[in-house]
């Protein structure tokens, strides 16, 4: 069974940084696509970054400059540093991975709470 985890949630003040973590295992060949996304309650998930195999990383306009995504094809994990955070951006950060395999298909995170907060 393929299963998506997050880690790396948590309070931090205005101004400060934080780092998400993604890790995919189960019966995974390949992960074409991670991505990170994030809903507050009453909205919409929105794009915060995603990044391909191959290709261009995509980034939500709000998150540009300010978040960066890492992954590590070869672990099947994904890495999202955030600076300079704002009060805005609290949210539930979700995990996003696009899976070929046995199990292929699109597989969400259980999501991990970032509280921006002095």
């Known amino acids: 069974q393929v299963q998506v985890v997050e880690s790396g949630g948590g309070l931090v003040q205005p101004g400060g940084s934080l780092k998400l973590s993604c890790a995919v295992s189960?019966?995974?060949?390949?992960?074409?696509?991670m991505g990170w996304y994030r809903q507050t309650p009453g909205r919409q998930r929105e794009l915060v970054a995603i990044?391909?195999?191959?290709?261009?990383?995509e980034y939500g306009d709000i998150m540009k400059g300010r978040f960066t995504i890492t992954r590590d094809n070869a672990a099947h994990t994904a890495a999202l540093q955030m600076n300079d955070l704002v009060p805005e951006d609290t949210a539930v950060y979700y995990c996003?991975?696009?899976?070929?395999?046995?199990?292929?298909?699109?597989?969400w995170g259980q999501g991990t709470q970032v509280t921006v907060s002095s």
């Open positions: 189960g019966r995974v060949t390949s992960v074409y696509r």
């Open positions: 996003e991975a696009g899976v070929r395999g046995i199990q292929a298909g699109d597989y």
């Open positions: 990044m391909p195999y191959l290709g261009n990383t």
